[in-house]
């Protein structure tokens, strides 16, 4: 069901797509037509939220159904006694998924109107209030207890400040505001807090805004799949490569109990410094975080001053996740996707320069898993052709759990090496809507089946090293 436009690329990359998903493998294995549809229906996709809200519960310091039972009351109170369910996974034992309700279309509109960013907006329809630093345009005379109507910008167009804006807006929802106009453009106000408190939103799904934080962490379920997939032990040694905010990484050390070591790095001071506050919330003693370029992370000799940081020597981990750097073209919403051809077409280059670092850091017989949040050839299958080429010592591995969809023609993969890739491909499904009595009415497998297809568009290859070669 679908209330938005299709997501709107720049045209050179329009035309790229067109010719990833319209490749002769895919073209002689599916029909022409098909895979048109295909394309046109991940195109629909992009531009909506996931069908479910998921949460990883951090099961270091509570147990799933405590944690469920709380969320549900939380959930009850917001929603005003609106009964949703929460819903445990059965492969993946330490998230739960709440149904989004939505689209509603009867929603009124009303005069007041309030024009925020386009991130923000895609926030908004994931369930967020409206802060301030999201406000760009409000109507002229909106006072504080308003009732107004919110829209994004999605093109970027309107001018902060500005009391009317006719160019493309798509609405999000209604919401009551907490602050005046003038208090919010005022060159001494707030520079944040809550701008709007969403009452009636387009998409319906809890804000979590100081909700339980130390026992749930926000994650899409693909990126939980990944941390499972790894599969670290108690006492070994990890390195996720690429790893902030740390979803990822605060999720490896739960699973290993908090023994061991997580070696966690992002170039960016500002990113490491959001994972180490990540570690002390969810009460993680195991990870240490690093400011560091993963491309320069191997190190050619051993260093005098026994630092424990990088870079590493070569065959010091057991597993290692490269989470890579990507062109994002699987994250939803997202209704106008800006980057360029050359900007797209830049990832595959750096992914190739992080995978060799990690190749070598790797133990033999240590395990390997490489992941993005996009939907090329370029940067997924065609990587794992190159991958296995390059390294013969890297063999692909069965994936458990494997509830995404097996990996997209192409790249001159063979079939049983495209089912042991996982590729979560947004338009598995049909886009539908949830209302509370289809809600009602629905088998919980049937719900679950939906939330591993209803989910952002992602990536997922494992490989062992066989030897040191």
């Not at 790229?16 to 046109?40: D, P």
């Not at 689209?103 to 109107?113: F, I, N």
């Not at 990822?248 to 506050?277: F, P, R, S, W």
């Not at 992370?297 to 010091?316: H, I, M, T």
Request: proline letters at 6%.
């Amino acid at each position: 069901m679908s209330v938005f436009p299709k997501i709107s690329f720049q045209r050179e990359v329009e035309e790229y797509l067109t010719k990833v998903f319209r490749n002769n493998e895919l073209i002689t294995a599916l029909g022409t037509q098909e895979a048109e549809s295909k394309y046109e229906c991940l195109l629909s996709h992009l531009s909506h939220p996931p069908g479910f809200t998921t949460v990883r519960v951090n099961t270091h310091l509570a147990s799933v159904k405590h944690v469920k039972k709380l969320l549900f009351e939380e959930i009850q109170k917001q929603f005003k006694g609106l009964c949703v369910p929460v819903l445990e996974h059965p492969k993946l034992q330490d998230i739960l998924l709440i149904p989004v309700i939505g689209p509603r279309r009867d929603l009124k509109k009303h005069a007041p109107e309030v024009i925020v960013g386009a991130q923000c907006g895609y926030a908004v329809l994931r369930g967020a209030h409206v802060y301030v630093p999201g406000i760009i345009s409000t109507s002229r005379f909106m006072k504080a207890g308003d009732l107004v109507s919110v829209y994004s910008d999605i093109e970027g167009k309107c001018k902060r400040g500005a009391k009317e804006f006719e160019g493309v807006k798509v609405f999000l929802g209604n919401g009551i505001s907490e602050l005046s106009r003038s208090e919010i453009f005022s060159s001494s106000g707030p520079l944040n807090g809550m701008g709007i408190r969403m009452i009636e939103p387009v998409y319906l799904s809890p804000s979590f805004d100081n909700v339980l934080p130390s026992h749930l962490f926000l994650q899409n379920l693909p990126s939980v799949v990944v941390s499972h997939i790894l599969n670290p032990q108690p006492g070994e040694r990890i390195l996720d490569m690429c790893a902030a905010p740390g979803g990822k990484t605060t999720h490896l050390a739960t699973l290993m109990h908090d023994q061991g070591e997580v070696i966690a790095m992002d170039k960016i001071a500002n990113k490491v410094k959001k994972i180490k506050q990540n570690a002390e919330l969810l009460q993680l003693n195991c990870i240490k975080a690093f400011c560091y370029d993963g491309t320069k992370a191997l190190a050619v000799e051993k260093r005098e001053d026994e630092q424990e940081g990088p870079p590493f020597l070569p065959e010091s981990f057991d597993r290692i996740l490269l989470d890579a750097p990507c062109s994002g073209m699987g994250q939803r919403p997202n209704m106008v996707y800006s980057s360029t051809l050359k900007e797209v077409t830049s990832y595959q280059p750096l992914q190739r320069k992080l995978f060799t670092v990690a190749m070598k850091l790797l133990k033999p017989g240590g395990v390997l898993v490489y992941s993005t949040c996009t939907i090329t050839l370029s940067e997924n299958e065609e990587q794992v052709a190159w991958a296995l080429k390059t390294f013969p010592c890297l063999q692909l591995q069965p994936q458990e759990p494997h509830i995404g969809g097996e990996g997209m023609r192409g790249a001159g993969l063979s079939l049983d090496q495209l089912k042991l890739l996982q590729r979560f491909d947004p338009s598995a499904v049909t886009l539908q809507g949830m209302d509370i009595n289809s809600l009602q009415d629905s088998r919980e497998d049937d719900l679950i089946s939906l939330a591993n297809k209803d989910c952002i568009g992602f990536f997922i290859a494992k490989f062992i090293k066989t030897n040191s070669k």
